[in-house]
């Protein structure tokens, strides 16, 4: 049973355009989510997190938004660069354990 | 600087044998986490301790094993190697609950 899903493999964006990641959840009683992202032959590297308390969480290009009735959560890089192009794993926390349970991951691509 | 590592990088073993890869993280962490990475699964969760003497099983845990010694080191033991379980596997460790993990290299086995 997947909690947390990655419904899209991959995306592709020109540069300087926005990137839009998507993410969605099944457990309501997550309550802390985190985005990586991840270069081929490297380890996971964090970018960005937020609460449930909150609904938007900003920095720099990288802004992450929280939509806990639709148990959405996506990423947004403006403007896309083509350093950006990795893939990108949402996480989710289980409150109580706090385990952090990871999505598919979507592979972007930015376009030069 | 404080960071995490994994070794080895690449291991080729035999299916039956026992492996063990090692993690090590120098920032005096409490919490740390064993994940596997695989096409069309992101990272699953194998194992995960939150201090000296204490582990937990994670979603994938069958076939692994895990002993917490010490604050620095979480070494992952595959008692008797199966093709199932080539894959990559990457350590993290974190501060405390809902914070970043901070993630290692990733090692990358192969059973044959």
């Known amino acids: 049973d997947q909690q947390v899903k990655q419904n899209s493999p991959s995306l592709s964006v020109q540069e300087g355009r926005i990137s839009i990641l998507n993410c969605d959840y099944t457990?309501?009683?997550?309550?802390?989510f985190l985005w990586y992202k991840k270069y081929p032959a490297e380890g996971p590297t964090f970018l960005i997190s937020?609460?449930?308390?909150?609904d938007k969480n900003e920095d720099g290009r990288f802004t992450v938004f929280l939509n806990k009735s639709a148990k959405h959560l996506s990423l947004h890089i403006v403007p896309s660069q083509p350093g950006d192009s990795a893939v990108y794993f949402c996480?989710?926390?289980?409150?109580?354990?706090?385990?952090?349970?990871f999505g598919t991951g979507t592979r972007l691509k930015v376009l030069a | 600087d404080a960071e995490i590592t994994q070794s080895p990088r690449h291991k080729i073993t035999e299916t039956g044998r026992q492996v063990t890869l090692a993690c090590h993280q120098t920032?005096?962490?409490?919490?740390m986490f064993w994940y596997r990475q695989d096409l069309g699964h992101g990272l699953r969760l194998i194992h995960y301790?939150?201090?000296?003497?204490?582990?937990n099983k994670g979603e994938v845990s069958d076939g692994y094993s895990v002993s917490r010694s010490n604050t620095e080191d979480l070494p992952l033991t595959l008692e008797s190697a199966a093709s199932s379980q080539t894959s990559v596997y990457f350590c993290?460790?974190?501060?405390?609950?809902?914070?970043?993990?901070?993630f290692g290299q990733g090692t990358r086995l192969t059973v044959v």
């Open positions: 457990n309501s009683m997550f309550d802390y």
């Open positions: 993290a460790s974190r501060r405390e609950p809902n914070t970043e993990a901070f």
């Open positions: 301790s939150y201090g000296v003497h204490d582990t």
């Open positions: 937020i609460s449930s308390i909150k």
């Open positions: 996480a989710a926390s289980t409150p109580g354990t706090y385990k952090y349970i």
């Open positions: 920032w005096n962490h409490n919490n």
